[in-house]
């Protein structure tokens, strides 16, 4: 406890030295930092999560006792401030035994607009600092991705905000998502990207548990909506688009099973895509593109993705982009790799996500086993994004370059 506590402190010392940037300003970030709420002499960083259902958003934060909080929010007229009709939400607070911190929670109903909201002491009349906060639907919805931070400081969060929020193509982000090893150990705290970076407080952030993580630790903090109990794994729908996350740390491949299945039985109806979340990288060439734990989820996973008709299936764990051909149940789809990729029912696209922090690159020498279009940069920093629409999902690759961000690979997603 007391460790945990000195190590919270110490973030939010970096955080108080180094803040600077704009609270709500998502394009111009330099640093990675934003200036911090404080409430009872300490300093509050919120994170969002993406809701249980479509258009709600959870803000989330840990603090070292447990005070009464409330969330004000409401309509982005341009002034900074929040009118009279803005809306209230009182936090609500458990204490976690794994994180030694209590964890506040509330959660906002949105319609598409922008907003802003704060925190408050119970009783306080309005709150000193404000959020930004832009909720879209049923139009393009740009999500940015990427893998395998394995953060220890703020020194890796500055690193991974730089690259997810100032990046040439990162911004208008409407959600993060981050497929797993978010920590480099099990000793690392969760909490270090939403102490120090600035995009957790504007961008609703989903993550998934890699190998390196606890999911204890990290589902603490960054809680996926409608996880279960017993595989850890999760969906949630954003706007008309169903996300299920698996957790590999769970090796009964029967139980995945039974949660895919029925996930996607009860909630995909209405919906325009299907997107699997997996931190093992289902088809990759990379140094632990033959190691059993990927084989046994690859050869368990394989023929329901098929059968179920994911469109996509987004991993991690080798360190690099790699795009697939559209695959079936068997085979792949010969001439499936060019700019526009068109599906038909019972095929899927496979991508590995690249780490835009770049604590660990891989550039051992592989042998081409599975079917990739295109094997992007190995010893880069990068990230991708995905617009989505009803007809459509557009990606673009990216590499976090020192200078600038230059483009490694752009397709489009389409239905045949």
Same mark, same amino acid.
């Given at each position: ?60 934060? $840990? ?18 401030? /929040? ?18 911190? *209590? ?53 890796? $969060?500055? /690193? ?34 939403? #102490?120090?970076?600035? *995009? ?43 996300? /299920? ?17 029925? $996930? ?23 140094? *632990? ?23 996509? #299936? ?26 526009? #990729? ?10 590995? /996500? ?53 483009? #490694? ?8």
């Amino acid at each position: 406890m007391r460790k945990k506590t000195l190590r919270l402190l110490a973030l939010l010392l970096c955080l108080l030295l180094f803040s600077g940037s704009a609270a709500g300003d998502v394009t111009t970030v330099a640093t990675g930092y934003v200036a911090e709420t404080v409430l009872y002499g300490q300093a509050m960083c919120p994170t969002l999560l993406p809701g249980s259902e479509d258009g709600s958003v959870v803000v989330r934060w $840990a603090a070292m006792n447990n005070r009464p909080v409330v969330i004000h929010y409401g309509a982005d007229d341009g002034s900074g401030v /929040l009118g009279e009709d803005h809306r209230t939400e009182k936090a609500q607070s458990a204490y976690s035994a794994m994180l030694g911190l *209590h964890v506040y929670s509330a959660k906002i109903q949105l319609e598409p607009g922008d907003y802003i909201y704060g925190l408050a002491e119970e009783g306080a009349d309005m709150p000193e600092r404000f959020y930004h906060l832009h909720w879209r639907t049923g139009e393009s919805f740009r999500v940015v991705m990427s893998s395998d931070s394995h953060m220890y400081n703020w020194k890796e $969060a500055a /690193l991974y905000d730089n690259a997810i929020i100032s990046g040439s193509g990162a911004r208008d982000a409407d959600m993060i998502i981050h497929t797993g090893d978010l920590n480099d150990n099990t000793k690392a705290p969760p909490y270090v990207l939403s #102490v120090c970076s600035a *995009h957790t407080r504007v961008v609703p952030t989903l993550a998934i548990c890699g190998n390196h993580d606890v999911p204890e630790i990290i589902y603490a903090f960054f809680t996926p909506p409608n996880l279960d109990r017993q595989t850890k794994d999760f969906w949630t729908v954003q706007n008309n688009i169903l996300f /299920l996350g698996i957790n590999i740390n769970e090796r009964n491949m029967e139980e995945h099973r039974r949660y895919l299945t029925q $996930a996607i039985t009860e909630h995909r109806e209405g919906c325009d895509w299907t997107v699997l979340l997996i931190h093992y990288s289902m088809m990759s060439n990379g140094v *632990h593109g033959k190691d059993q734990p990927v084989y046994n989820f690859r050869e368990g996973l394989r023929d329901l993705i098929a059968e179920y008709d994911v469109d996509l #299936v987004l991993s991690g764990h080798d360190h690099e982009y790699d795009r697939s051909y559209l695959i079936g149940a068997t085979d792949m789809v010969e001439g499936s790799g060019g700019s526009v #990729v068109k599906k038909r029912p019972g095929e899927t696209l496979y991508l590995s /996500l690249p780490t835009a922090v770049g604590n660990k690159l891989y550039s051992d020498s592989r042998e081409p086993v599975y079917p990739l279009a295109v094997e992007g940069p190995q010893t880069e920093r990068g990230y991708v994004t995905a617009d989505f629409s009803s007809d459509g999902i557009t990606f673009t690759a990216w590499c976090a370059g020192e200078d600038t961000d230059f483009i #490694v690979d752009r397709f489009v997603l389409r239905r045949a």
